[in-house]
T-cell receptor, first 111, second 115 residues
Framework: GQQLNQSPQSMFIQEGEDVSMNCTSS?????WLWYKQDPGEGPVLLIA?????ELTSNGRLTAQFGITRKDSFLNISASIPSDVGIYFC???????????FGKGTSLLVTP | SAVISQKPSRDICQRGTSLTIQCQVD?????MFWYRQQPGQSLTLIAT?????????ESGFVIDKFPISRPNLTFSTLTVSNMSPEDSSIYLC????????????FGEGSRLTVL
């Protein structure tokens, strides 16, 4: 399947700081999605992007679909302790409607 | 979205045994998938569960090891057969609601530990 390279692998920040993570693909995507996974839970969809250049916000989260259609980033502004978790980017797989996932960015926020 | 319930939520299993995981959705869905998440890793697609026919498996996964059933549009099972410690993972059921958006929704996962 398509290779998704997500970075950074982990981040350790203080409450109130902004965070940025990104994902690149080996092939062109027509959809980018960002998920968050809390410990012991399944991934939860945060933001879905459908058009190159699209910039979409969900509260303190903002994600952009890169103009080349091979990359996306997720920003979190003014982080809070409940932002702790693993963030995954995802894009279409070769298997119909399934998704391929990046390796995840583990975020730790200290009060 | 949809409410996706998985059972069991966690289990400890003995080597050589098999365990069946159930996934129940609160609405009819076209597409259901099973993913595996090994400790500290990302999600890997095992197979697409097809209603009324055999599942479609990804490279590296075979029906004898991971038999899947999907008798209707709201229910699926994944069996992990002849388990070994390497099968210790979280197994996740996922659905696409048929809106063509590509958005997948996930159950809470079934965490299996094989001793």
């Amino acid at each position: 399947g398509q290779q998704l390279n997500q970075s950074p692998q982990s981040m350790f920040i203080q409450e109130g700081e902004d965070v940025s993570m990104n994902c690149t693909s080996s092939s062109i995507f027509n959809t980018w999605l960002w998920y968050k996974q809390d410990p012991g839970e399944g991934p939860v969809l945060l933001i879905a992007l459908y058009k190159a250049g699209e910039l979409t916000s969900n509260g303190r989260l903002t994600a952009q679909f890169g103009i080349t259609r091979k990359d996306s980033f997720l920003n979190i502004s003014a982080s809070i302790p409940s932002d702790v978790g693993i963030y995954f980017c995802a894009g279409p797989s070769n298997s119909g409607y399934a998704l391929n996932f990046g390796k995840g960015t583990s975020l730790l926020v200290t009060p | 979205s949809a409410v996706i319930s998985q059972k069991p939520s966690r289990d400890i299993c003995q080597r050589g045994t098999s365990l069946t995981i159930q996934c129940q959705v609160d609405s009819q869905v076209t597409m259901m998938f099973w993913y595996r998440q090994q400790p500290g890793q990302s999600l890997t697609l095992i197979a697409t569960a097809n209603q009324g026919s055999e599942a479609t498996y990804e490279s590296g996964f075979v029906i004898d090891k991971f038999p899947i059933s999907r008798p209707n549009l709201t229910f699926s099972t994944l069996t992990v057969s002849n388990m070994s410690p390497e099968d210790s993972s979280i197994y996740l059921c996922s659905v696409e609601l048929g809106r063509g958006t590509g958005e997948l929704f996930f159950g809470e996962g079934s965490r299996l530990t094989v001793l």
